[in-house]
């Protein structure tokens, strides 16, 4: 709320209860706290009132304006009392809001008020109110904390943080159109930045600007000031005079003491600084003019003014005596800083004191002193220097451990990443196996027909031994982290070993026309080694393999010998490269990170949970080898294990059967002999356009429907779009996560292509969470199932939407009932007829368009689509044929015209483009009577 100050005041005089309470605390704060004591009573008063009317949540409010005008007096203890008592009630009544705000204000003050180590509590306090309001969604409290962050590491000189918060304050300011933020967000930019003369003057005059918007007189005192100083600095004396000048005119109209004090001041160092560059005339009324202002601004001297004021007086009448030459003026001066400093003492400014003491006395021709004060000016010089270095260690030291624990911060925030999208794969990678457990179970169990059973038992087998590995998996993983998996070696010949597992291979890349192929320098060479182990690491390279290169491509996994290993052991090398696709450099310093993944997308190309690689990688090392990878993107891909073992004496060769692991078969799916028909006369079967990637759940689904539906398959969502375009079906049902292109992509390409708009689509996806059944809502999916799904409710999800298509048909009926009738266009699929209808009606009132010319291909022309795509979308829609909805449009205008006696029947004939007789045959067969009988 921002209220005039003056209606502020009327409306207090008349006001009661929380309404007092209320505008007191706005007063308080629209005043910008002054006059001091006068915003201190208001606020006294509002917690006053509030604690006699026990308004709990006012009373937090008061404390919490009363803590920022002690802040701004620089009471920074008092401050932190009010934000605790504030904090306390915030939790007493649950409320989040006061609870934010009292520990953003708590840890502000803290910061100001405490040095290091302390002051990193002030940080925690921010950041834990930080994740408290983006927990509760408070955006633009969350954008202000920001802003207070900025301020803080701006406080304690740190810069770069500064920045960084401040553009963050200042982005959600924007979104909020909340101007206060925005013109003090770009001041503290300009202040942050202020050694960047572009930068630090564009900040500048864009808070000026949006202040002078405002009207905000304490805010532009603050503008006119830090311009002043940035032209100073930037040695543009007459500029910084010019703001200067400004900023002790405005700071009289706000009437703050300080404000006056902190302008004139200034002012009067500008002056001073500018008398260097002038002749010795004008030096002379600078140094007076400087003197003048130093006087004025000592008449607003305060009991609450900071010290630095203060000293900064004291300062510029001794530079200014010293600069006329008056030493006798300025050794009064000295004396006076050196009591000053007696009650506040600082080393730098002591320093500033022993110096010119020395000047002084040296202009004096005083030698004795000028020498002491000299020496005393050199000794704090030196203790100062070491303080400063000792500070910056220390400030590097508190700078490290930050940076330690933010990288600790960030590992933990990544590693939660990982852990939260393993968890969401492994939940996919479970649920496409139950669901192929589950749907053939209950067919199995509903079915008498022996060879579909067989088929299903094969579905089960195969997905309970995937669930199988994904499980067994899980466990070498715990082992390995707990330290309780050990190598179990036997003796066996290691290259024997390798082929019989690529052989077991064999079908499976067959399948997927891949050539695989097996190199070995050794038939045959006997090692230790745990065979259990090495089946697992080369099971996860060669399935891997076998899932990332394409038809065509070729697997090659090779056995080597190693350099020269010590007496009675041999090093060897097993390589896996395949020419499929390739990782990229950003991927591969990850690939063997547990839970990571190269393809996180919607549409990668192949599942996986992300452990297999990281599984390997820790197989290998408790083997004592290492695991290499070389890769390029479109060529291909090289794992490399090296291992040393101890060679033993010949035994027994490996045979195939020994190896434990089952091998991946591939689903057979029967295609189609050809392109199913998708017309929708009545007694045939509605076309299904089933687009599923993994080709188990694609033949069981396609098992489901293939006695109700004619299927048309298709493999990823780039292939089901350009098959629903081709054919448009009559309804579509989709997995999500596919290769090339991924469901919720494809559905938002149908749904806003015209041809295909009208399709029903139903995603079927393992991603059950909310936020992803909203997401395939907004691409515009009529339906939404998770795995493992009912085969019966999946059924009747179809059967439901077919029927709703059917309903929508009789209600675009309407459009041919009543052609030139006022229609509300409400959707996109009316959008379409209203065209065709307009189209149509414009062939019939324009003269020298011949009617007879109205056929399918001309409302493709018009229409920008294929023929066939015309077709099938009027059709789908309307459940006619093209030519006969044009038919239905010329006899439903007729019709109109008769109701309005246009003409006889002839006339009207002619005017739809037919002959008479034809007329009133087509005319009583649509309507059941003569067309006369509308003329009678």
């Not at 500008?270 to 002749?279: A, G, P």
């Not at 499929?580 to 919607?602: C, E």
Request: proline letters at 3%; a positive charge; glycine letters at 4%.
């Amino acid at each position: 709320m921002s209220i005039p100050q003056q209606n502020l005041h009327q409306m207090l005089s008349n006001a009661t209860g929380q309404d007092r309470i209320t505008l007191l605390i706005d007063y308080a704060k629209e005043t910008n706290f002054y006059p001091f004591e006068q915003a201190k009573a208001c606020l006294d008063e509002a917690i006053s009132l509030a604690t006699k009317q026990a308004l709990h949540r006012l009373l937090a409010k008061a404390y919490l304006a009363k803590c920022q005008l002690h802040r701004e007096d620089s009471n920074y203890k008092a401050s932190i009392t009010l934000c605790k008592k504030a904090l306390d009630i915030g939790k007493k009544i649950d409320d989040q809001e006061i609870i934010i705000e009292a520990m953003t204000l708590l840890g502000v003050s803290h910061i100001m008020y405490y040095k290091e180590p302390e002051r990193q509590k002030g940080y925690t306090y921010l950041k834990e109110s930080l994740t408290l309001a983006q927990k509760h969604q408070f955006s633009l409290l969350t954008y202000k904390i920001y802003g207070y962050l900025g301020f803080c590491y701006q406080y304690t000189n740190k810069m770069g943080l500064a920045g960084e918060y401040h553009l963050k304050a200042l982005e959600g300011y924007k979104k909020h159109n909340f101007l206060f933020g925005i013109a003090s967000t770009y001041h503290n930019l300009a202040y942050t930045m202020r050694r960047n003369k572009e930068k630090a003057m564009e900040y500048a005059k864009l808070s000026l600007e949006v202040n002078l918007q405002l009207n905000n007189k304490t805010w532009l005192l603050r503008n006119y000031n830090l311009l002043s100083e940035l032209y100073r600095n930037f040695n543009e004396h007459h500029k910084a005079l010019d703001y200067a000048q400004k900023a002790v005119v405005i700071a009289k109209e706000v009437g703050t003491p300080k404000g006056i004090l902190q302008s004139t001041l200034f002012l009067a160092d500008l002056y001073y600084r500018l008398s260097f560059h002038v002749d010795i005339p004008t030096r002379l009324t600078y140094l007076q003019k400087a003197s003048n202002w130093v006087q004025e601004g000592k008449t607003y001297f305060m009991d609450t003014t900071e010290f630095f004021f203060r000293f900064i007086a004291i300062q510029l009448e001794l530079l200014i005596a010293f600069q006329n030459e008056d030493f006798d003026l300025a050794l009064q001066k000295l004396k006076e800083a050196e009591q000053f400093n007696q009650k506040n003492p600082l080393p730098k400014h002591k320093k500033f004191v022993e110096e010119y003491f020395y000047l002084c006395y040296r202009a004096k021709q005083d030698y004795q002193k000028a020498l002491l004060h000299h020496e005393n000016y050199l000794q704090l010089l030196t203790e100062i220097n070491e303080t400063d270095t000792n500070k910056k260690l220390d400030e590097l030291q508190v700078q490290y451990e930050t940076k330690e624990k933010e990288k600790e911060n960030k590992r933990l925030q990544e590693l939660e990443v990982l852990k939260t999208r393993f968890f969401s794969q492994i939940t996919h990678e479970l649920r496409t196996p139950l669901t192929l457990i589950k749907g053939p179970v209950r067919q199995i169990i509903q079915s008498n027909n022996l060879h579909k059973s067989r088929l299903q038992a094969e579905i089960i087998e195969r997905n309970a031994d995937r669930l199988l590995l994904l499980v067994n998996q899980l466990l070498d993983v715990n082992k390995l982290e707990a330290g309780k998996m050990k190598l179990k070696e036997s003796q066996g010949s290691l290259p024997e070993f390798i082929e019989a597992i690529v052989e077991a291979f064999r079908d499976l890349s067959n399948s997927k026309q891949i050539n695989l192929v097996f190199q070995s320098e050794l038939e045959k060479l006997f090692v230790l080694f745990d065979k259990h182990k090495m089946e697992k690491i080369l099971y996860n390279l060669l399935s891997n393999a076998c899932k990332f290169t394409p038809p065509k491509g070729q697997i090659i996994c090779s056995f080597s010998l190693g350099k020269p290993s010590m007496a009675g052991t041999q090093a060897i090398r097993i390589q896996v490269a395949d020419t499929g696709r390739g990782i990229g450099t950003n991927h591969l310093p990850h690939i063997f990170d547990r839970f990571y993944q190269a393809d996180n997308s919607l549409s990668r190309t192949a599942e996986g949970t992300g452990i297999g690689l990281s599984l390997v990688k820790e197989l290998v090392e408790l083997m004592g080898g290492t695991i290499s990878v070389h890769s390029t993107l479109g060529e291909g891909t090289n794992f490399e294990i090296n291992l040393t073992l101890q060679v033993v004496t010949e035994k027994e060769s490996i045979k195939a059967h020994e190896i434990s692991f089952t091998i991946p078969k591939q689903a057979q799916i029967t295609q189609p002999k050809k392109s199913p028909n998708t017309k929708t006369k009545q007694g045939k079967k509605p076309s299904l356009l089933l687009v599923e990637d993994n080709k188990d759940l694609h033949t069981y689904i396609r098992s489901l429907f293939e006695k109700d539906y004619n299927i048309i398959p298709a493999y990823n969502g780039k292939q089901g779009l350009e098959l629903a375009q081709k054919h448009t079906p009559n309804i579509i049902l989709s997995d999500v996560m596919m290769p090339i292109m991924n469901g919720y992509e494809m559905c938002t390409i149908i749904k806003n292509t015209e041809s295909t708009s009208h399709i029903p689509i139903v995603l079927l996806t393992a991603k059950a969470a909310l936020n992803s059944r909203i997401e395939g809502f907004e691409q515009g999916a009529d339906a939404y199932i998770a795995k493992p799904f009912s085969a019966e409710e999946l059924k009747l999800q179809l059967r439901n939407l077919l029927t709703t298509q059917s309903n929508l048909q009789k209600k675009l009926q309407q459009f041919i009932l009543h052609p030139s009738q006022e229609r509300e266009v409400v959707d996109k699929e009316t959008q379409f007829l209203n065209k065709v209808i307009q189209i149509i009606e414009t062939y019939l009132a324009d003269e020298e368009l011949n009617v007879e010319d109205l056929n399918v291909n001309t409302l493709s022309k018009a229409l920008f689509m294929s023929s066939s795509q015309v077709y099938r979308k009027i059709l789908a829609l309307t459940n006619t044929t093209v030519t006969a909805f044009i038919r239905n449009i010329r006899l439903a205008r007729a019709k109109e015209m008769l109701e309005r006696k246009e003409g006889n029947v002839t006339d009207i004939a002619l005017a739809i483009g037919w002959s008479p007789s034809y007329f009133s045959r087509a005319f009583t067969k649509q309507y059941g009577f003569s067309p006369k009988k509308l003329l009678l």
